[in-house]
């Protein structure tokens, strides 16, 4: 007569999801990704923007949402960097500055080497939320009057005929939370009608939405680290965000086998265990 099945052996589960989930980050899979109409937009809005165009990217994050808003960020500057648009870097978070260096320093694993002063600027952090954005609309030099490095703004090429918002062809806000995305809207896109689009955490992408279908107020959205991977695929560029999400998937695909095995030794053990009562 057949036996009982035994549980398998939570270490060897344990082991099964390691591998999983670390096998995607060392090696790269690249399992087909489809996109989506907010992240499309997003892109597009980057993609048709001519070259030369000054942009403005703000850092409203910290370390904590790192994991997921870095690789937006990433994957959004590297796009407006091959358009050949002059990136504009602050901050409304304080560690916002560092995200942004810290982006900025890697590019060249991807080809990509940016000239500091003409294709891109790092302006810093500026507290004072949307009092201090309302400022940036009517006079950005007023607001910032200097780079990270000390540097006179009049004094950097890529700072030449930046006055005030109207002046970039679109910002881009990432971010976590207060002050953020919402105040670039309010500000932004109501007050100064440019553009604004970026990308939230995905817990927060819901209530961020309406912005986008409802009130139009904002030009596409990227929502957590899938957004990103999706973001990496419209411009044939994978990043961490890829491998992130082929480690999901890899390890959502083991749980699955691994319920499909629990339920079968389930139901084998009980047929075993009817059969055994009736034999008595």
Known sequence: MAQERKPLDRRIIFLLVFIGVALPILIKVGLPIETTENVELVYNLVENTPAG???????????????????????????????????????????????????????????????????????????????????????????FTQDTNGTLIDDIPAMQGIRNLQDFQYVMSFSAGAPGIKEWVQ????????????????????????????????????????????????????GTATQGMDAQSFAHLIIIILIIIGNVNYFHNKKIKALQEAAK
């Open 53 to 143: 165009s000054h942009v403005l990217i703000s850092f409203d994050y910290d370390p904590s949402t790192k994991p997921e808003i870095h690789p937006q960020a990433t994957a959004v500057i590297k796009h407006a960097l091959l358009k050949k648009q002059k990136i504009i870097c602050m901050a409304l978070w304080p560690m916002g500055v560092k995200m942004c260096e810290q982006i900025f320093a890697t590019l060249e694993e991807d080809g990509i080497k940016p000239v500091y002063g003409e294709d891109w600027v790092n302006v810093g952090y500026k507290s004072g939320g949307a009092i201090s954005l309302k400022a940036l609309g009517k006079d950005f030099q007023k607001v």
């Open 187 to 238: 500000v932004g896109h109501d007050m100064f009608k440019t553009p604004v689009s970026g990308g939230v955490t995905a817990v927060s992408a819901p209530s961020i939405l309406p912005y986008v279908n409802e009130q139009q107020q904002l030009t596409g959205l990227l929502g957590g680290m899938k957004a990103a991977a999706e973001y990496e695929a419209l411009i044939g560029i994978p």
